[in-house]
Each structure stands twice: as C-alpha cells, then as structure tokens.
C-alpha cells in the first residue's frame, strides 16, 4: 500500500504494530477535527446540528462504515461504545426468540462482550444463560435452547478467525439469532455481512479504521429485521421523531431506532475523515498485503528468535491481521520492546501480540521490528526489573 | 462575569441565548484538542492511555463536574450520554428496590428519559410502571410502591426548578430511591448532591460546561451505596482489573464500576479543558447574575412584546437558567429571530426558550435581543412562509 501519505508521519523511534488497538493519526482527521471545532462549534454553535450536518452524521458514516463489512445503505449507525452496541444487539435478539434461554459464546470473545451479556442476564433475572465454549466448540454447541450465538470473528489473543458464513447458516440451522463483532475485522480484512446473513454486526472504529482514542462504535442491523427491532436502549434520537418531545416512545424506521443520545459530534468528525482513506482500498489487496507481512514475520521469527512460540494459527486463511506469541515472560519482554520502540502488546497470561496493517506499515518495519524483538529475546533484555511492574495498557 | 476572554468571541452577527443547549468554543478546548490529537493520539499512539492519562481521565473530569454539584471526590465518572447515564441510574435504583414496581417522574421530564425508563421497563418485563404526573403532583404521588424517582431539576420547556432538597426527603420519607437529573442545572446554578443526600445524579455537559457537541455524560453515586451497585451494563471499563482480561465480570471498587466502554478521549480533552473555566467561578455569584439577566429579559419584554406569555414562573427562585415564553407561532418567531441573528431555541408545542449564561452574555446582549424580538413581532416577521417549515434543532 502507498497510503503512508494519508498519515502523519510515525514517531522516527517507533516501528508501530499495535494499529490493532490504535490506529494512528490520519492527517485528514486532524485537519477536520480543526475545521470542526473552530468553524462549527465556534463558528455555528448551536446551528451546527443543522447547517453542517451534525445530526445525519451518525447515520452518514455509518455508511461509509458500512462499505467495508458487505452492509447495504442505511443499516449501520455510529454511536456509543462497542459494550454498549453488544448490549442493544443481545437484548434485541432476546426478544426475537423468547422462548429460548442461552446466549452462546466462546472463550475467545473479548471480555466486555461477556461481561455486557452478564449485565443484561442478571438484569433481565428469568433464567437466562451465558453459555461459553471454547472457539473449535461453537458449531457443536449450537441448539434449539440457542437465543443467540455472539462471537468476536477474530480472537483478540490468538487472531484465529472463525467462518462467518459457515457459523452463521449454523446458528440459523438451530433457528438462534447470529451477532458478530467485527472489532477485529473491520478495515483488517474483507467481511460480508450481507452475504453471511447475519442478523446483526456490531464493531469499534479506533483499531484498523484508524477513526482515534475513544472513537464511536457500529452497529449493523439487517435490512428485514430492524423494523421489527424493540429497543432495549430506547433513547431519543433512537425516536421517530425526537423533536416532537412527546412523552411516549416511538421506534424510528429502521436502523436509526438503534440510535440512543446526542451523538459524539467532535469523535465523529475525526473518524468520519479517517474513513475517507478507506475509499482508495482495495480490500483484497489489503488483505494480501496483510498476509504477506505476517508470513514474513512469522518466518523471521521462527527462525530467529526460537523462545518464542507462536500461538496463532499457523494457516494465514484462518488469522486475522495479528500475529501472537507465547512467552513466558512476555509481559516483561514486551515492555523491553516497547523500551526500545517497537510497539506491540500484551495479553494476559503470556501473549506477546503484534498487528499487521499495510496502510502505514511494511515489510522492512517487520524485518526492523524483528531484529528489536532478537535483541530483546537474545540478550534477555526482559530479565530487568524495570520491565515487570505490571501497568496498564490497553 | 469577566470571563468572556476564556471563550472564542461569539460570531458578531449573533445574540446567543441557547448556551441551554449547546455553550459556545472555549479558547482552552480548541487548543487542547488540537495538542491533545498531534501530540498524544499522532505523538503517543497506544502509549497515550498510560503517558497521557486517557485512562484515568473519565474520574479526573468527573471530580471537576463534581466539585460544581456538592460531589465529593471519587463519586462522579464521565462517559456515554445522559440516555445511558439515566439507564444505569435506574436500572440500578430498581435492584436496591426489588419489592416494588413504580418509577415516578414527571411530564416535564425530557423525554428521553421517560424513554430510556420506558426500555429498560419492556426490557425487564416484570410489570413495572412508569408513572408520569405533573411536576407539582409529584410529591404527593410518591408512596410505597415506588422504587424510585427520578426528575430533571430544571424542566427543559419552562424552566420550572424542583426543590432537590425536598423532594429527596419525601423520596426518602417512603423508601424510594431518588435520582436527578442535572442536565439543566450543572454549571447554571448551585447544586449540593451530598447535602440532599440523593442516591444517583446525572447529565449532561455540552449545555452550561461547554464541554462541546456531543460531550459525554457524568454520573454520580452516594459513595456509601456504590459497592453495592450491581451494574446492568458490566462493560470492561467498569471492572475491576479490566488488563486481567478474566472472562467473568468483578465489578470495581465504587463509582468506576459505572463506567462501560472505552471513553471518548477527544471528547473528553475537550470537556477537561472547558472546566478549567470553572476554576474562577463562585456559583453563587453566577446564580446572581443569571437571575439578574433573567429579570432584565422578563422585564423588557413584558413592557415591550405584549404578544409573549411568560410561561417560566415569575418566581425567580423557581427558575433555572433560562427563560420560555410562550407564543403559537413560536416556532416560524424563533426562525425569523434566528435570521436576525438571536439565537434561542423552539420547543413544541408553543415555547419560545432564551438561556442566560452569564459566563459570557452580558446585559447589553440581553436589550440588544430584545430589541430585536420587538421588532419580529411588531412587524409580524414570523408571518413568513420561510419560516413555517418545521425543521431539525437540538
């Protein structure tokens, strides 16, 4: 890829592989955030809902958003968090198959999508059950008791990507409802959700769409079955018409019902420029690039650095755009790394986990990071007490 | 107030009398997120959420909101919107209350709060109630069935101000758990949570903080019943060793446990920059001068626009920070004194809504809106066919 361009140029001492988590700062977005601020909101205040479009915006990029998960016009709206988009997206397959009591999960979901479906059962109180397996389970363990099955399509520890099409005529098969989490896959790799015919996706915006600290999630909600939607955040610029201010609740048509609040006008501007960048790319072409990268490091590593052992599948069909290692002091190793520029992070117990995207990052980052990586692992570098306090990092 | 410095001049074609809704630039917020977004988000990438203190800036703002609403330390955290602030507020107030089955408030609520209710209530499907009454039937609709009650202090239409003191006690005197909401109130007059001893408050903080379109919401909770909130959404923000990445929810020590997802961290530089402001503020003094313009504003107009009905109370003591005016063609009147420059706002049926913010408006403003009014409704310039068409405003 030649969009390096489209970035601020990286820190000169950092070779940066954790766009997984964050992305870096589109230049775009930064000049927008500007505009936005001082010709907007100081220039139109209140206005600004209006003359500059402040109230489409969610549903506009939303859109854009759109375009890279297969999501026809008019299914997918910003706004929230992810957590909070799981939310709406369980409660509302809930109510689409009230006779069922499990939601299905898997080990290698992220913690917040089971922690948001823990809430909402201990919330709701009528026998329901957060059913989790392991990830190689999940086909298996879908049955008739199924409400709705709810994955992350690519583990955020391993990078092992499940079939999104074979799962969700699986989940089908059983009659439950099928909601992906695209945190992982959106911007990362090509991803149909028209095809796999899914009835809800939801995502973040700050990993691969580069969208910032903080940005927006989205929801996706399909075309046939929005309608039928009862919102279980029913909030009022979720309503048919929230300037009416009538006391009583009505859903709007469609995917606007899962708006909730005031949407994050300024977090919205940044990510709507970042998507721009979006509209040079050929997902195909990102997605091998983003193959041949991980391929390359995986090699130099095995071959180099033989502490470490690779815990992603070894099959480039079946990862996401990260490539994770087991150490077991790979928390100490990797804030050597990260002492000596080279980012990546951490995951719990022992995963040392790198990104791969080919936007801003190419093939002699990875062979610049692997030589960091056989210094740090070579000389021990991690054996220094400075490296082990634990901190936070996400 | 002499505090007009601290924010960007207003455009000078423009009275602005809905700082109620949105309040104008400050000159620390545009520069803040400028820096906040080159140097932190481009400069620090992923290092941001430690070496800039993303992570710990939803309670840092939160304790700024709180030092204006008589919230001690470590009771407040910022995020999400007011929407989903009220939703965890009284999804929790119903677990303290699990014997009785009625949310009280009031039809000068806005609405989407009486919506947010309205969810969760279909949501739970246990045979509650949300019962609306009018704000001067309040107290005497609260009995034993009622888990909670939960009111805007300042009522969006009318400016109508509740007695937080008061109707705490008489929530209090019949077991109910009570919850505000201080979208209108925070930073347009004084506020003492502790002293009235509500459990929950909530709200907002693009209005009277100036924290800018979209700015999250703040929530507070009694620190003696915190621990043993049991949070309805159980995002990983909100738990207690969120890095341990654990696959069952624990929730935090106190107030952190009502945090959800990741925060809106350029919302949030943006926020923390506009309560520096705060700071120089005595809220008594503000209060003065909100009432002293309020007074000015009611005066004039009533001597001088006869074709007005004052819907505030007369009472000064009764109102918040703004002023409402009936009028049936309020909404083509508002149009037309927006093309002339005078920015209040229209709320349906016939409310005609001036905010007073004396951080930044001062009486020559007022006349000089005056004026204006008088001149649009003298010469029947609301008798306009450009101004009939209903139109989006916030």
Redesign the interface.
């Known amino acids: 890829m030649v969009l390096r361009k489209e970035f601020?140029d990286?820190?000169t001492d950092?070779i940066?592989l954790?766009g997984n988590?964050?992305g870096?700062?589109p230049v775009a977005?930064?000049a927008r955030?500007?505009d936005m601020?001082?010709n907007?909101?100081?220039?139109q205040?209140?206005?600004?809902?209006?003359a500059s479009g402040?109230?489409a915006q969610p549903s506009r990029v939303g859109d854009a958003v759109g375009r890279l998960i297969g999501a026809p016009t008019n299914t997918v709206v910003m706004g929230?968090?992810?957590?909070?988009k799981v939310?709406q997206a369980v409660?509302a397959a809930l109510?689409m198959r009230p006779n069922r009591r499990v939601i299905l999960s898997d080990?290698g979901n992220?913690?917040?999508d089971?922690?948001?479906v823990?809430?909402?059962i201990?919330?709701?109180?009528?026998g329901y059950e957060l059913r989790?397996v392991a990830p190689e389970d999940v086909a298996g363990a879908i049955d008739e008791r199924v409400a709705a099955v709810m994955l992350t399509q690519v583990d955020y520890r391993t990078g092992r990507l499940h079939d999104m099409d074979a799962l969700t005529a699986a989940a089908h098969n059983a009659g439950a409802v099928m909601i992906w989490d695209l945190a992982h896959s959106a911007g990362a790799l090509p991803v149909d959700v028209a095809r796999c015919e899914c009835e809800m996706a939801v995502g973040?915006t700050?990993k691969y769409l580069n969208g910032?600290?903080?940005?927006?999630?989205f929801i996706y909600v399909r075309a046939d079955i929005a309608p039928d939607i009862?919102?279980?955040?029913?909030?009022?610029?979720g309503?048919d018409a929230?300037?009416?201010?009538?006391?009583?609740?009505r859903p709007a048509a469609g995917i606007e019902r899962m708006r909730?609040?005031?949407?994050?006008?300024?977090?919205?501007a940044?990510l709507e420029a970042a998507m721009e960048i979006w509209e040079a790319v050929d997902m195909s072409d990102l997605r091998s690039e983003s193959i041949a990268l991980q391929e390359v490091f995986i090699r130099h590593i095995e071959t180099r650095v033989p502490q470490l052992t690779l815990v992603s599948p070894r099959d480039s069909g079946q990862r996401g755009s990260q490539v994770s290692f087991a150490f077991d002091q790979g928390y100490a190793a990797m804030q050597a790394l990260?002492a000596r520029g080279v980012?990546g992070?951490f995951?719990?117990p022992n995963i040392m986990r790198f990104g791969f995207t080919p936007l801003y990052i190419d093939e002699a980052d990875v062979i610049a990071a692997v030589d960091h990586i056989e210094v740090v692992m070579g000389d021990r570098l991690w054996d220094n007490p400075t490296y082990l306090t634990?901190?936070?990092?996400?």
């Open positions: 601020f990286l820190p950092m940066y954790d988590s964050l870096p700062l977005a930064k955030v500007s601020i001082q907007e909101w100081g220039g205040l209140i206005k600004g809902w209006n402040w109230m929230d968090t992810l957590s909070i939310y409660a109510k080990s992220f913690p917040t089971l922690y948001m823990e809430g909402l201990r919330t709701l109180d009528q989790i973040c700050y910032g600290p903080g940005a927006p999630a009862d919102p279980a955040l029913a909030g009022w610029l309503h929230p300037f009416d201010f009538d006391l009583g609740y909730v609040g005031t949407p994050p006008v300024i977090q919205l940044a990260i980012i992070d995951r719990a634990r901190q936070r990092v996400t």
